[in-house]
């Protein structure tokens, strides 16, 4: 700890700190009453303009109200940590995600929403992972799949990604998932929604390093499907993950 | 176009284009926060790479909160100096403010108490992120609206700081302008009082009149005339030139816009160091 600071000075910039976080009247010496409002309604700005920018479908979703009330709790309850303020909004989500707010049960799916968006922006930003070598011309069954290494994939609980959030109800819960990933040339993060299986598929190619038709047998015990149906299902899909960049290819 | 000898402007991704072009706006190098360019990939980070490139970088740093009273965040420091070697930055910067507290962050500057015991704790501070470093950091004379529990000046905390920890300073001249308004002391008088000889940068930006007494640092207006001459009176007072930073974070205008403050700017720097090192 620090041996000069006395608890003098400490507890003052304790107060004002604490004040702009909660809006609880500070109890500073020396202050000027009538402007330290500023310093709460800046970073209050900062705060709400990083989450609106991170989450512009939460932020449409909810009212105008309930978005300030939430970013109000937010701001007063959760200690940030991120020292970058464009990661601050993963603290946001994980604030809502353990926190009893009313506004979930009015919003049922407001964590996967925030979950889907926050991603989005994590995916994008994310530091550069190295490609595996590959070529493009290979055999499905025989060789070795490489894949886009800069992915994630979600499981949901309702299809935040496939409809209107305000358009979704109990009724949709089940069980979701979606990949998302960077293309490699132009950056963008693009997201495909995925079977149970398809998901399940896209770990094993990538963390096994073997060829298909191995990852097909298993599959095939583990969800009771032959093979060769499983290979025809499976190849459109391969198909489509190549054409959009998320397959550069087979390991050299 | 040539470009500027002395005037930057702050990088901002909506200009990434006309910047790798040089056309339209012709900054002598670039500003950016290390806090939003380290730790990412993808699309930014081309752009980024390209930028460093064809431009000197100077930062300006948000999140090292150097008057906290919590402890020094070590892990933040080491991505610093990763980025600041990556990109062969040449000047790091500071503000002497305090942006975390009681281990939360809050994402904007409040002012430090100016107290006795605040000077050897920051002196201290800075000593160590510059020794860890390896370089001299340069502090920022932050706007402020209201003082806090001060026991001293405001000139008599900055200059004392930089004395103990023989560190640079960044002169923010809008910023002097503003607090010489919002206290209500005279801002050539202020300027004088500091150490001038550490200055090593410059920041120029415009503010917003929000009351009959008060002014807020927005960065989101032109630089008004009083800044201007301002800076005119100060850049005569320098026993050195340095760099000279157009801020413009909010409220953006056309190229031309900017493109004319950093002119004016330019000019006025060439009169009060080219002409009189010439001479002299």
């Not at chain 2, 500071?94 to 939360?104: G, I, M, V």
Request: proline share 5%; glycine share 4%.
């Amino acid at each position: 700890m620090n041996t000069h600071l006395h608890n003098y000075t400490h507890t003052q910039q304790s107060r004002l700190a604490d004040y702009c976080r909660t809006g609880d009247p500070p109890k500073i010496d020396g202050l000027t009453e009538n402007r330290v409002h500023h310093y709460r309604r800046l970073i209050h700005g900062v705060i709400d303009d990083t989450l609106q920018s991170a989450f512009p479908l939460t932020c449409d979703l909810l009212s105008q109200e309930e978005w300030y009330g939430v970013v109000d709790a937010f701001l007063s309850n959760y200690k940030c940590q991120s020292t970058s303020i464009w990661k601050m909004p993963s603290e946001f989500y994980r604030f809502v995600e353990e926190t009893g707010l009313e506004i979930k049960e009015k919003y049922i799916f407001l964590e996967d929403l925030l979950n889907f968006e926050w991603t989005e922006v994590e995916i994008y930003m994310m530091p550069d992972i190295a490609y595996p070598e590959s070529k493009t011309d290979g055999g499905w069954l025989s060789e070795v799949i490489a894949v886009n290494p800069e992915y994630k994939i979600l499981q949901l609980n309702y299809p935040v990604h496939l409809k209107n959030p305000k358009g979704i109800t109990e009724n949709d819960r089940g069980e979701y998932y979606v990949l998302l990933f960077r293309e490699k040339e132009s950056g963008k993060v693009r997201f495909m929604n995925l079977s149970v299986y398809f998901s399940w598929l896209i770990e094993k190619v990538e963390i096994e390093n073997t060829p298909l038709i191995k990852i097909l047998k298993e599959a095939a015990q583990v969800f009771g499907v032959n093979e060769k149906a499983l290979f025809e299902n499976t190849l459109p899909f391969l198909e489509e993950l190549k054409a959009n960049k998320f397959i550069p290819g087979f390991y050299i | 176009m040539e470009r500027n000898k002395h005037v930057g402007i702050g990088f901002r991704k909506d200009f990434a284009e006309e910047f790798l072009e040089g056309k339209d706006l012709t900054p002598a190098f670039l500003e950016v926060a290390p806090e939003n360019w380290m730790e990412i990939g993808g699309y930014w980070k081309k752009v980024f790479n390209k930028i460093a490139a064809q431009y000197p970088i100077y930062t300006h740093g948000l999140s090292l909160s150097i008057g906290t009273p919590d402890e020094l965040d070590w892990d933040f420091l080491k991505k610093v100096k990763y980025f600041l070697n990556e990109h062969n930055v040449q000047i790091y910067s500071e503000h002497l403010s305090y942006s975390k507290c009681d281990n939360a962050h809050l994402y904007d500057l409040l002012p430090i108490p100016f107290r006795w015991d605040a000077v050897k704790h920051i002196s201290q501070r800075i000593k160590s992120v510059q020794d860890f470093l390896e370089r001299k950091i340069a502090i920022e004379i932050v706007s402020y609206y209201t003082p806090v529990a001060a026991e001293m000046s405001e000139v008599e905390f900055i200059s004392s700081i930089v004395k103990e920890a023989d560190c640079n300073l960044l002169l923010d001249v809008n910023n002097i302008y503003v607090n010489a308004f919002n206290h209500n002391y005279d801002s050539k008088e202020f300027i004088e009082k500091l150490p001038l000889d550490k200055v090593e940068y410059i920041h120029m930006a415009g503010h917003e009149q929000v009351a009959p007494d008060l002014i807020i640092d927005t960065h989101g207006e032109p630089i008004i005339d009083p800044v201007y001459e301002l800076f005119e009176f100060t850049a005569h007072k320098l026993p050195k030139t340095v760099p000279v930073l157009l801020e413009r974070d909010f409220n953006i205008p056309e190229l031309n816009e900017l493109q004319y403050e950093l002119n004016r700017l330019e000019n006025i720097c060439t009169k009060a160091w080219d002409y009189e090192h010439s001479l002299a």
